[in-house]
């Protein structure tokens, strides 16, 4: 405060709360303010948070399996897009996208088949793990959601673009097996190398509506392992799809 020339009066104007709560937090060194109230608090004296407040740094620290998550979002959409683009441009050796229709991809990333094709060329295995279109799983799902973009057009998308890329060497795509089907449509598993995007599908919601978490694996036997291994089963189970 001396440094920034700033009273305690001036430094609660500039932090947003009262004169009294100024004193508080310079009598009692354990008391962690709100986060708003301290960014404000060090943008006002030209300071970084973890010279005033290191406790609150060290709380934000993840430690063991904590630390393969990455991020959290209730709605798959509400990922930003630049968090895909970043996965998808920044794999080197392992691609699978184990989305019951992954359609999304062709629609929502621009130039994604062209991407796919400098991957495999690169030597990066990809795959796709698609939901059977003329499946009982399938129809199931499409009664449930009742949209009319349905569950087997997103995965005839799928199949026309991944088509138009020809047979490449490294890109292989196969159906789960009708005995997975249900585990399939119900949890997508998305992997970028030590990266995963995963949904857990909710009731009734279509795939952008239900919530999405991004984990970095972090060793073995955490929530990154857990949800390859899943993947994995799946995909040792597949039928080919083209």
Not at 93 to 115: A, I, M, R, V
Not at 191 to 203: G, I, K, Y
Not at 219 to 231: K, N, S, V
Request: net charge negative; hydrophobic share 40%.
């Amino acid at each position: 405060m001396d440094a920034a020339g700033l009273s305690p009066r001036r430094l609660a104007v500039e932090a947003g709360v009262t004169a009294k709560t100024i004193e508080r937090w310079l009598a009692d060194a354990e008391l962690v303010p709100h986060a708003r109230n301290r960014e404000d608090a060090c943008r006002a004296l030209g300071v970084d948070e973890e010279m005033l407040w290191p406790r609150a740094i060290t709380a934000r620290v993840k430690t063991g399996y904590d630390r393969e998550l990455v991020h959290s979002y209730p709605y798959r959409s509400a990922c930003p897009s630049q968090v895909w683009n970043d996965l998808v441009a920044g794999v080197g050796e392992n691609l699978y996208l184990c989305g019951y229709t992954n359609y999304f991809f062709f629609t929502q990333l621009p130039t994604f088949s062209d991407t796919l094709l400098r991957k495999v060329e690169a030597g990066c295995k990809v795959r796709f793990l698609l939901g059977d279109p003329d499946g009982e799983v399938t129809r199931q799902r499409e009664r449930i959601e009742d949209v009319a973009l349905t569950v087997s057009t997103r995965i005839r998308i799928t199949l026309e673009n991944l088509s138009r890329l020809g047979s490449p060497e490294g890109l292989e795509v196969r159906y789960s097996a009708p005995e997975d089907a249900v585990n399939h449509v119900s949890l997508s598993v998305f992997r970028f190398d030590d990266d995963a995007l995963v949904t857990p599908h909710l009731a009734r919601l279509v795939g952008h509506d239900s919530p999405l978490l991004h984990l970095r694996r972090h060793g073995d036997g955490g929530m990154f392992g857990r949800f390859a291994e899943h993947a994995e089963e799946l995909w040792a189970n597949g039928v080919p799809a083209m």
